[in-house]
Nanobody
Framework: QVQLVESGGGLEQAGGSLKLACAASGRPISMYAMGWFRQAPGKEREFVASISTASKHTYYKDSVKGRFTISRDNAKNLVFLQMNNLKPEDTAYYYC????????????????????WGKGTLVTVFS
């Protein structure tokens, strides 16, 4: 089992930045692709970003490319999502996920069948 705990959410003005962290415990995350997903109130969950096990490959939802950066520190069992130039439409609960499948598949699967999930952290962006 892998336990994932997200942190770093909060209230931020449009144009600002937040950095989310996902702390893993139970097993090393080095064997898992890691991803971030989000779900806004009343909307479907959507893929945001994913990163391969050794950080060689990253993938992003089109609307966050150039603004968000996913990274990981396997030695510390941490995954990050740096979010810059935030927009009100980024408002959502953000969830961390771990999966043994390839990082490039996370977007296409939209999180279906992920091995482990965190409970989420709320990001609210106001204009």
């Amino acid at each position: 089992q892998v336990q994932l705990v997200e942190s770093g959410g909060g209230l931020e003005q449009a144009g600002g930045s937040l950095k989310l962290a996902c702390a893993a415990s139970g097993r090393p995350i080095s064997m898992y692709a890691m991803g971030w997903f989000r779900q806004a109130p009343g909307k479907e969950r959507e893929f945001v970003a994913s990163i391969s096990t050794a950080s060689k490959h990253t993938y992003y939802k089109d609307s966050v490319k150039g603004r968000f950066t996913i990274s990981r520190d396997n030695a510390k069992n941490l995954v990050f999502l740096q979010m810059n130039n935030l927009k009100p439409e980024d408002t959502a609960y953000y969830y961390c996920a771990a999966d043994r499948a390839a990082a490039q598949d996370m977007g296409a699967r939209n999180g279906i069948g992920m091995d482990f999930w965190g409970k989420g952290t709320l990001v609210t962006v106001f204009s």
